[in-house]
């Protein structure tokens, strides 16, 4: 996996349980965290977004794809992503 890590086109933060953020802006970043930082390493979710991530990584599947499987494992872990939507007029934090 050496690469340029494919960037999410919206980045976006967790708030873990202890009250720490981590904010993901690429996909390797993400398959990083989901194999050795994160909190419930079970469930359909978690393994359906390690694998996505790992064909975004070979260029099989597009980074959004992903970005959208990790959100999906966020809540499967009961943790709370922020997306930060871009826009013209700023940016303003919304629960995923």
Same mark, same amino acid.
């Given at each position: 996996?050496?690469? +340029?890590?494919? %960037? @999410?086109?919206? %980045?976006? !933060?967790?708030?873990?349980?202890c009250g720490l953020e /981590? !904010? @993901?802006? +690429?996909?390797?970043?993400?398959?990083? @965290?989901?194999?050795?930082?994160? %909190?419930? #390493? !079970?469930?359909?979710?978690?393994? /359906?977004?390690?694998?996505v991530l790992g064909d975004?990584?070979?260029?099989?599947?597009?980074?959004?794809?992903? #970005?959208?499987?990790?959100?999906?494992?966020? /809540?499967?872990?009961?943790?709370? %992503?922020?997306?930060?939507?871009?826009?013209?007029?700023?940016?303003?934090?919304?629960?995923?």
């Open positions: 996996m050496s690469n +340029n890590g494919i %960037p @999410f086109a919206q %980045p976006f !933060t967790l708030k873990m349980q /981590h !904010t @993901f802006i +690429n996909a390797y970043d993400a398959l990083d @965290f989901l194999e050795n930082e994160w %909190p419930l #390493r !079970t469930g359909t979710s978690y393994a /359906h977004a390690v694998a975004v990584l070979a260029g099989r599947r597009a980074s959004r794809a992903a #970005r959208s499987a990790l959100i999906s494992a966020c /809540h499967e872990a009961g943790l709370t %992503p922020v997306i930060v939507e871009l826009s013209g007029n700023g940016s303003r934090p919304n629960a995923a």
